[in-house]
């Protein structure tokens, strides 16, 4: 089970940090992600992150003001969001997908499980 939390309202410019709890499984082994879905638009990848932590992926819409990071210890992986912008505006999902290998996966159909979303904001 995934639980995604830390979304909401926040002006441009300003900074969010996402927080995507794995619970009810061995976390470690787990190749995780972050997609986001605006209105009226498709479900786009965001960034993701290897198991070990050791490999992450961005795109180049977030490349540069996001940072995605992980605590196996805590099971739990986050997404810190600055510079945002009202682009950003999207409900955020968390992925994973347990894996051999450790390597960000950018395909939303790698991945098994999602997680609710959480919702952010930024007025234009």
């Known amino acids: 089970q995934l639980q995604a939390s830390g979304g909401g309202l926040v002006q441009a410019g300003g900074s969010l940090r996402l927080s995507c709890a794995v619970s009810?499984?061995?976390?470690?082994?787990?190749?995780m992600g972050w997609f986001r879905q605006a209105p009226g638009k498709e479900r786009e990848y965001v960034t993701s992150?290897?198991?070990?932590?050791?490999?992450?992926d961005y795109a180049d819409s977030v490349n540069g003001r996001f940072t995605i990071s992980r605590d196996n210890a805590k099971n739990t992986v986050y997404l810190q969001m600055n510079s945002l912008t009202p682009e950003d505006t999207a409900v955020y999902y968390c992925?994973?997908?347990?894996?051999?290998?450790?390597?960000?996966?950018?395909?939303?159909?790698?991945?098994?499980?999602w997680g609710q979303g959480t919702h952010v904001t930024v007025p234009a």
């Open positions: 992925a994973a997908r347990a894996d051999y290998r450790d390597y960000p996966l950018v395909s939303a159909q790698e991945y098994g499980y």
């Open positions: 009810g499984r061995t976390y470690s082994r787990y190749n």
């Open positions: 992150i290897s198991w070990s932590g050791g490999r992450t």
